[in-house]
């Protein structure tokens, strides 16, 4: 049966009309347009379609839209400030972080996840944070340093 | 080191920005108005004949627009070569591989296709599947293909010097055996694309290709339309390591549903589908045998492979060959003899995957000749040292080494890793407890062709339009799958016309704009494109130099192009500003909008991949590698925990981008060394997620440090050679050498898991008993 | 990979999550962090008519502690089990196990009931409607056949949870709640070594709290997980130890393993080699050596028996000695 929920992503508030097994990974690309927000496993393995609900790291493969209602939903699309990038993903930007793209948004939201709580992690907890971000080009090194590198800007 | 103001500096990548904040667009991204959405029906069968299909149910359900098969295509068979054209679009008479592609549905939504998917029933007769190429080979094995009798693919057999006489003239000689497994690609988005049909022959495709123009020929010849009426458009691409090289089943029928409907259809495979029925990396049991002197000096090596080919060819060919190429480089052996069989089995299909072919045999090269080290009381530097090749080699089989930095990169790497004070052979520690965590290290070297030389289509080409505002477009066929090549061949325009990378943009490859292009593989686009870019820039230069010269009264020669600006040599008072000199070029006079054009190719002779005679490419690659591991005595699991590159790449045109291969080479490579393997029963790849098929995460990975050797090449662009590969082929030897420094034991089959190495660390302790009982 | 049609409900209390199951029987099922039972429907192993999400029931997602009892409501989600500081103290094992959880998001989203009650899992199993037509329906899938053990009258699916040999070494209980009423057994008791059924639950009951004993005195815990990969794999084995000593002897030893056989066990033998000895390499080789012999793994694609046998040995061992202090 169709809802009508309001999904609040990136302080913007949508009014969509949805059938309770959508995901929210399918609301955001296919209803709303949030194609930043990748799907590659669609089932929880890999961490592509993380996004940010209520300041923590979550996978919108394994969420329902109905349950993202009236909660705060950050996606990779609400980062950068006009063309101004977030220091984040300056960082992967300027650290070389970033080669094929496709798990960039995941992990760059992991990684807001993690700083917005704990400015200054230690490697091994950047590691900790990202242990569910699956990625193949980068071998990881440049996307440690560049997590680093934006906690210490941070501070 | 020559002095550039672009090119050797560390620039982040020209299309990070887009990929950073989620604007990039790939192929699942994108929706054109009444576009359909397709889904593929798949043999739950490894071996089984097709007797009939019907789609009559699936056909009627509310929402489907189309459904094609396999009929729907023909004959048409497509294939490398004329004599390996052994894969149709879709199965016809019968299914060889679990998941290969039957039918396919297009709907108004992806529930509906599937839906329909479901309602289509395949009538099979299920025959007799092989899924070991061993077993494949054997008499009365079942046949895979009637064309091609005894399941074999590709035989390539060859020898080069005498062979025979230099095992004779051996002081000694080893002979092993290695295995390595069937892995996978592993990229993040799965295939996908978006096609459009456009009455009366014209085909659009959005596809996530590395290189869009194996795709552009196929639908050509598929479909019976001109090659000027395929249009392939690049969008970003997620990844694709050699996975996207070629065209699917996926490809076809997305065309062919557009065709039958009228209307774009977008058909993007879901993960399990790649990672259960897509292309993989060859796996390959590799007997080795080499014959040494005393002093450890290459005399000869004799290699076997069988490479399991699963259903079809593809790009076999340049596998099996790349095995034999590289038998000896990175070292001297002047005598050589392989026999290489591409086996066809009930699996899917084997192409590259980046080392294509040249990992599996340098693997058990690198490991024998550690092996071999040992045996003879050598250290494993030393041994590599002597036989090293050098710059102006020549192979037995004709491979010409333009230039090589392999010394270069042992001395940077013994130096990082502090060899001299961390390096003890197993046999002086054999004998000391190691406690429960038992360290080690080793090193490998490596070679890698750096711009392959194609026996088709060979050159790279490039065109450069020059904006009125001093801007420029960089049109090319080569693509960029994530490897930076964007960004590269971008600084190559921006150091020839003295621009910035940020007035230089590179539009996605669009096969009806840019020019037509091997493709991203062999690693190709640095070297080769690099130069068709660097002729384009320098002719469009020229045309701006000559205006500059009429506009600032002085002869061409002194004209120089410098950060965005124009000077005259001497006469610091005359100069201009580049964008007005763009701007007055096509108003100066009668007017010239700079177009500047240019095509490259290796200017070798194709080889003989037969016999495997000449050069396989324009220059090579050579590295050196250290590991540093960790093996937990108990449980058997093996941390990799440092990991050391030297790497003459000829010359690092982006620093940043070079370390990013690396790196990535190393993440691939540790993943097959260690933690992937496809588990299957009867054909069926039970791994079929990430959770059960293990690429490393970002906690299994080693701390990284990797260091480029310039060599300057006379054949790269700017003296640049490959970075994209070659570690990877390093990566495993030197784990396994690194691994058996700690703990004695050679490990032979990968992927080493940890209770293969418990296993191994038995069998040690048995032996050892044995052995000292019998003393 | 699409979800198949389905009602979403989302009861406010208890009370009424428990009619609505019992009204709806097997036709419903319940869905709290969802990382588990999402999977499972994409894969159409359930296909529920009616999904009851309990996320927005009130009074069962906070830890609290009386100082003789932790409790913890079953909504709880498993990165605030780990960064409890009353479960860091009075826990530690919990919260080792809760930050072992597959990774980070799966940690933020899933849930203590939920990870308590993980599906067993088999390769056979846990796999595509699609990939399953392949081959005949197994035993957990409602056919007749095993295919990790052929002449098997049983499902050997492997129970892989994290949480539960924590809290078995913690000798905790669950408070169990359904429309015909409320009971609280020790969590041992939860568990069934059935692959098809994995525990007791009643259809449409459901777990509401985790009460766990405060440590006594000098009562140290650990949870140690061996799996391929730093992140995102399930365990190979996971070894959870309890250890309190007094007078110089061990006064308590509680040793479960998980990822062994279809429910976590309790190493009841290596207790017993500990229990009233002094704590030294010695007896802990003899606890480990009891629980390596107490453990029946079945065959499974990535590990063999043995080799499952052998960790189950050095992980009691690791973990004993690093209660025991002793590294």
């Known amino acids: ?155 | 080191m020559p002095q550039y103001s672009v090119l050797g500096q560390r620039l982040p990548r020209v299309d990070g920005p887009v990929k950073a904040t989620g604007k990039a667009n790939y192929a699942d991204d994108l929706v054109l108005p009444g576009m359909l959405y397709a889904k593929l029906k798949r043999s739950p069968h490894a071996h089984a004949k097709i007797l009939s299909i019907d789609t009559s149910e699936a056909e009627r359900l509310p929402g489907v627009r189309g459904i094609v098969v396999g009929a729907d295509f023909g004959k048409f068979r497509y294939g490398l070569r004329p004599d390996t054209r052994d894969e149709y679009p879709m199965a016809l008479d019968k299914a060889r591989f679990v998941g290969e592609e039957v039918a396919a549905v297009a709907a108004i939504d992806e529930d509906i296709a599937q839906e329909a998917v479901e309602l289509i029933k395949v009538e099979y007769e299920v025959l007799p599947a092989v899924t070991d190429p061993e077993a494949a080979l054997r008499e009365g094995a079942p046949q895979i293909h009637a064309d091609k009798p005894g399941n074999i693919s590709i035989h390539m057999h060859t020898e080069f010097g005498d062979v025979d006489a230099a095992f004779k003239d051996a002081d000694y000689v080893r002979e092993d055996r290695f295995y390595s497994q069937s892995v996978l690609h592993g990229f993040m988005e799965p295939n996908s694309l978006v096609a459009s049909w456009e009455p009366p022959n014209r085909i659009t495709v959005w596809a996530s290709k590395q290189s869009p123009y194996f795709l552009y020929r196929n639908l050509a010849n598929c479909f019976d339309v001109p090659l000027s009426n395929v249009r392939v458009v690049q969008p970003y691409i997620g990844g694709g390591y050699g996975g996207k090289n070629g065209s699917y089943a996926l490809d076809f029928a997305a065309v062919m549903l557009s065709k039958k409907t009228g209307r774009p259809v977008k058909l993007t495979l879901t993960q399990e589908e790649v990672l259960t029925a897509q292309r993989r990396r060859h796996p390959m049991i590799v007997w080795l045998k080499t014959g040494v002197k005393k002093d450890g000096t290459l005399l000869a090596c004799e290699c076997r492979i069988i490479a399991d080919g699963g259903a079809g060819t593809a790009i076999g060919p340049t596998t099996i060959a790349n095995a034999f190429y590289f038998m000896n480089l990175p070292y001297v052996v002047p005598n050589v003899r392989f026999d290489g069989k591409r086996v066809y089995t009930n699996r899917p299909v084997s192409v590259a995957q980046r080392g294509n072919g040249i990992q599996q045999i340098r693997y058990a090269a690198d490991v024998q000749i550690d092996m071999i080290a040992e045996d003879l009381g050598i250290d494993p530097v030393e041994i590599r040292r002597r036989n090293s090749a050098y710059t102006g080699y020549t192979t037995p089989n004709g491979m010409k080494v333009t230039s090589c930095g392999l010394q270069e990169s042992i001395d940077e790497a013994l130096k990082a890793v502090d060899w001299e004070k961390e390096f003890r052979s197993w046999p002086e520690k054999a004998e000391e407890p190691t406690g429960r965590i038992a360290k080690g290290v080793g090193i490998a070297c490596n070679s890698f062709c750096s711009g392959v030389r194609l026996r088709g289509h060979n050159c790279c080409s490039a065109v450069i339009k020059v904006h009125e505002d001093g801007t420029v477009s960089l049109m090319t066929g080569s693509t960029d799958s994530g490897q930076g090549s964007e960004t590269v061949l971008a600084m190559i325009v921006a150091e020839v016309l003295g621009t910035r990378i940020e007035d230089v943009v590179v539009p996605q490859t669009d096969s009806t704009v840019t020019p037509v292009d091997p493709g991203s593989f062999g690693s190709r686009v640095s070297s080769t494109a690099g130069n068709a870019v660097r002729i384009a820039a320098e002719d469009a230069r020229r045309q701006l130099v000559a205006v500059a010269a009429e506009l600032l009264e002085a002869k061409p020669e002194d004209i120089e192009l410098r950060d965005r600006k124009v000077f005259v040599k001497g006469a610091p008072d005359k100069s201009m500003r580049f964008r007005d000199l763009a701007r007055l070029t096509v108003a100066h006079g009668a007017g010239t909008t700079v177009i500047g054009s240019g095509s490259w190719g290796q200017e070798i002779d194709p080889v003989d991949f037969e016999k495997g005679i000449g050069n396989l490419a324009g220059s090579y690659t050579f590295g050196t590698q250290a590991a540093w591991v960790e093996v937990d005595t108990e449980t058997g699991k093996v941390n990799v925990t440092r990991m050391v590159v030297a790497h003459d790449c000829g010359f690092a045109l982006n620093p940043l981008a070079v370390e990013g291969q690396h790196e990535g080479s190393i993440g691939g490579g540790v993943g097959h060394t260690i933690y992937e393997h496809c588990v299957e029963d009867d054909g069926q790849t039970l791994s079929s997620n990430f959770t059960s098929y293990a690429m490393p995460t970002v906690g299994d990975m080693p701390e990284m440090i990797s260091y480029s050797i310039e060599t300057l090449d006379p054949v790269g662009a700017f003296g640049a050679k490959e970075s994209g590969e070659g570690t990877q082929v390093s990566t495993i030897p030197a784990i396994v050498n690194a691994i058996h420094n700690a703990i004695g034991v050679w490990m032979t089959d990968l992927p080493i898991t940890p209770e293969k190495v418990l296993k191994a660390l038995d069998e040690q302790k048995a032996k050892d008993r044995v052995l000292s009982e019998v003393r | 990979m699409r979800l198949t049609k389905f009602e979403h409900l989302e009861p406010k209390s208890l009370v009424e999550a428990c009619a609505i199951l019992a009204e709806h029987g097997d036709k419903a099922r319940i869905i709290a962090g969802g990382t588990d039972i999402l999977v499972r429907m994409k894969q159409r192993l359930v296909e529920p008519q009616f999904v009851v999400d309990i996320k927005r029931i009130d009074g069962i997602a906070e830890i609290k502690s009386d100082g003789a009892e932790l409790r913890i409501g079953a909504l709880v989600a498993l990165s605030d089990v780990q960064k409890s500081a009353a479960v860091r103290e009075q826990a530690p094992a919990l919260a080792e196990a809760a930050a072992a959880v597959g990774a980070t998001q799966l940690q933020n989203m899933g849930t203590i009931g939920g990870n308590i009650c993980l599906e067993t899992r088999c390769w056979y199993y846990n796999q595509t409607y699609t990939w399953r037509q392949g081959r005949e329906a197994c035993l957990k899938a409602g056919g007749s056949i095993c295919y990790m053990a052929k002449a098997s009258k049983r499902c050997y699916a492997l129970y892989s949870g994290d949480t539960a040999p924590a809290l078995l070494a913690l000798g905790a209980r669950v408070r169990l709640v359904s429309a015909s009423g409320e009971r609280t057994i020790g969590l041992e008791e939860l568990f069934v070594d059935d692959g098809k059924k994995p525990t007791i639950l009643n259809p449409g009951e459901l777990i509401a709290e985790v009460i766990v004993p405060v440590a006594a005195n000098g009562q140290r815990s650990t949870y140690l997980k061996f799996r391929r990969r730093e992140a995102i794999d399930f365990p190979i084995v996971g070894v959870a130890a309890a250890l309190g000593e007094e007078n110089g002897v061990c006064s308590k030893a509680a040793i479960a393993v998980t990822g062994v056989g279809s429910a976590p066990f309790v190493a009841k033998d290596s207790e017993n080699a500990l229990l009233g000895k002094k704590v030294s390499q010695e007896t802990i080789a003899e606890a480990a050596e009891a629980a390596f012999k107490q453990a029946k793994p079945v065959s499974d694609m990535e590990v063999s028996p043995a080799y499952r046998k052998r960790l189950v040995r050095v992980l009691v061992k690791d973990a004993l000695t690093k209660v025991a202090g002793l590294a």
């Open chain 1, 1 to 155: 049966m169709k809802r009508i929920i309001e999904l609040n992503v990136n302080g913007v508030v949508h009014e969509v009309v949805v059938e309770p097994q959508r995901t929210l990974l399918e609301v955001l690309r296919e209803t709303l347009g949030y194609t930043g927000t990748k799907k590659a496993c669609d089932s929880g393995d890999c961490g592509a379609c993380t996004v940010i609900i209520d300041g923590r790291a979550v996978l919108s493969c394994l969420t329902l839209a109905v349950e993202a209602q009236g909660k705060n939903i950050e996606t990779i699309e609400g980062m950068a400030t006009g063309d101004r990038l977030h220091p984040i993903q300056q960082a992967f930007l300027d650290k070389g972080a970033i080669q094929c793209g496709y798990c960039t948004p995941g992990l760059v939201l992991s990684a807001k996840a993690l700083l917005d709580e704990n400015p200054k992690p230690s490697r091994e907890e950047v590691k900790k944070a990202i242990g569910g971000n699956l990625c193949r080009c980068t071998g990881y090194v440049k996307i440690l340093d560049a997590i680093e590198a934006a906690g210490e800007q941070a501070n």
